[in-house]
């Protein structure tokens, strides 16, 4: 039980303490790609006809990283970035990983208060959550809402599929009713204490309609982490083509759904963990490290999550008979079968 005043006071104190960490994003045209007018032009030009794109972010260290959406950055440009405290400074590109639709940026500059990381795998369902960004260019926007839901891995059943930048089974989204408008992407999606729980990343449409999504944290900070040490984000690799079960092999007689997820092929050319290991065609695969797989979209994100080089226990059934293999992930490479 909480009153009205009790809820503004966390919101303040929300505010008070992330405000100062979210930083808004202008992405500005190169001067090589202005008319011989526009630079003559130049000092006297709106702001806004240089404008090429703008969005949200948020320092995550003492050393001026700063955590965004690689949507926000994607077009070639100078990478402006306004501090809470009004400073502006130049942004150069750390990493970039456009599978989960985040980015690295990184800046000099002193006097910077880091973020501090919550866990999204401990959020539930109903938490109260505050997004902080910068809706249509207004700075340092506060909205307020609830988590609606969690692991979103799959929006091809939706109207607005094709709007989701963040919609890949890597993404593994949260679903609030924060108010989310262009501007917000790349800004946190905080808890009541503070921590940042998620990164705001799309919404359904071209504006706020009740349902916005974001990264969760665990997510986030695991992928800033390998950009920040290494420029890359190292996906495992099984080397398969995959297929989903027909709805006479997905449910059981009394309508319970059954994990599984066929194998239809081997890349041609290329080595196969899975193929080295024993897997045939026609395999179905019913779980991963311990795991049901219900979904393709669902083993890819199990897989992507796991370290390449690594050893995974695979369950599969083949001719109705359950078995397992142990697979050494390999290194997924863009383009390659899953």
Not at 104 to 115: C, P, Y
Not at 227 to 255: C, H, T
Not at 260 to 289: C, N, T
Not at 291 to 298: D, G, L, M, V
């Amino acid at each position: 039980s909480i009153s009205i005043n009790s809820l503004s006071d966390v919101s303040q104190l929300v505010s008070q303490r992330v405000g100062p960490s979210v930083v808004h994003i202008n992405l500005l045209r190169e001067e090589e790609s202005l008319s011989q007018l526009e630079k003559l032009l130049l000092p006297n030009m709106p702001p806004n006809s240089l404008l090429e794109g703008q969005g949200s972010g948020f320092v995550i260290d003492q050393q001026g990283h700063i955590l965004t959406n690689y949507h926000v950055i994607e077009s070639s440009g100078k990478i402006e970035v306004t501090l809470s405290d009004g400073r502006r400074v130049e942004g150069r590109v750390i990493g970039v990983d456009p599978t989960t639709d985040l980015a690295v940026l990184k800046i000099n500059a002193s006097g910077l208060m880091a973020t501090e990381w919550g866990d999204s795998d401990t959020v539930s369902i109903g938490t109260p959550v505050w997004a902080v960004g910068s809706p249509f260019g207004l700075q340092q926007t506060v909205t307020f809402g609830i988590i609606s839901g969690k692991h979103r891995v799959d929006f091809r059943e939706t109207r607005e599929a094709q709007a989701i930048p963040a919609g890949n089974v890597y993404g593994d989204l949260m679903q609030s009713d924060v108010a989310l408008n262009p501007g917000n992407s790349g800004g946190p999606l905080v808890d009541s204490l503070g921590q940042v729980v998620g990164v705001n990343a799309a919404i359904l449409g071209d504006r706020f309609q009740g349902i916005s999504f974001s990264i969760p944290c665990n997510v986030a900070r695991r992928v800033a982490k390998q950009l920040i040490e290494k420029g890359e984000v190292a996906r495992g690799w099984l080397g398969i083509s995959m297929g989903e079960l027909a709805d006479s092999e997905r449910y059981d007689q009394d309508g319970n759904i059954q994990p599984g997820v066929r194998v239809e092929g081997f890349p041609v050319h290329e080595p196969s963990p899975a193929r080295d290991a024993g897997l045939q065609v026609g395999d179905i695969l019913v779980h991963f490290e311990d795991k049901p797989i219900h979904s393709s979209s669902e083993l890819m994100r199990l897989i992507g999550e796991t370290e390449v080089g690594t050893p995974a226990v695979v369950g599969f059934l083949r001719n109705a008979q359950l078995s397992e293999v142990k697979i050494i992930l390999g290194k997924r490479e863009i383009g390659l079968p899953k």
